[in-house]
C-alpha cells in the first residue's frame, strides 16, 4: 500500500486549531513507517485547475492571505489527488494529509478545513472520465457538509 505523505504535513503552526496541533501527524506516522510494508510518496501540490472544478476564484484569492496554509492546503488537495490515481491503478493508497477539507464548500470553508480535498480529486477522475460517481465514507464524529455539497 502507499502512503502519499509530504513532511510539510509536520508543521503545526500553519493554524490555531484542533487539526493543526503539533504531535498529530508524528503519532501518525510513527505507527506506518514501524509497519515496515508501506510505501511512501511524496504529492505534487494541486494546480489551480483542480481546485476550481471544486471551490470558486473567490475562495482560492481569499486563502491566499495565509501563506503557509494555502501552501499546505494545495498539497494536501495534490495529495489526494495521488491517492485518488493510484488507487484508479489498483494499487490501495492512504493519503496521510492536512489540512482537512470535509467542511470546505464551494465558495465557503469552516472547521479548520481549507479545501475539500476528496471531491476535488473525485472530480478530476471524473473529468478525465475514470469514474462516473463514487461513495464517499467520512467516519469524522460530524458531517461533512463541504463534501455533500
Not at 493510484?86 to 478545513?113: Q, V
Amino acid at each position: 500500500m502507499k502512503i502519499i505523505f509530504h513532511k510539510m504535513f509536520y508543521n503545526s503552526d500553519y493554524a490555531d486549531d484542533g487539526a493543526s496541533v503539533p504531535g498529530r501527524m508524528e503519532s501518525i506516522m510513527d505507527k506506518l513507517t514501524a509497519n515496515g510494508k508501506y510505501v511512501f510518496i511524496e504529492p505534487q501540490p494541486a494546480s489551480i485547475e483542480d481546485i476550481l472544478r471544486c471551490h470558486s476564484a473567490e475562495m482560492i484569492e481569499k486563502e491566499k492571505n495565509n501563506e503557509k496554509r494555502y501552501e499546505m492546503a494545495l498539497l494536501s488537495a495534490g495529495g489526494a489527488i495521488m491517492a485518488s490515481e493510484s488507487c484508479i491503478d489498483g494499487e490501495p493508497s492512504f493519503a496521510c494529509i492536512r489540512p482537512p477539507g470535509h467542511h470546505a464548500s464551494r465558495d465557503t470553508n469552516w472547521g479548520y478545513c481549507v479545501f475539500c480535498n476528496m471531491a476535488i480529486a473525485l472530480l478530476r477522475l471524473r473529468e478525465q472520465g475514470l469514474i462516473k460517481s463514487a461513495f464517499i465514507l467520512d467516519f469524522d464524529a460530524h458531517t461533512g457538509d463541504g463534501t455533500k455539497n
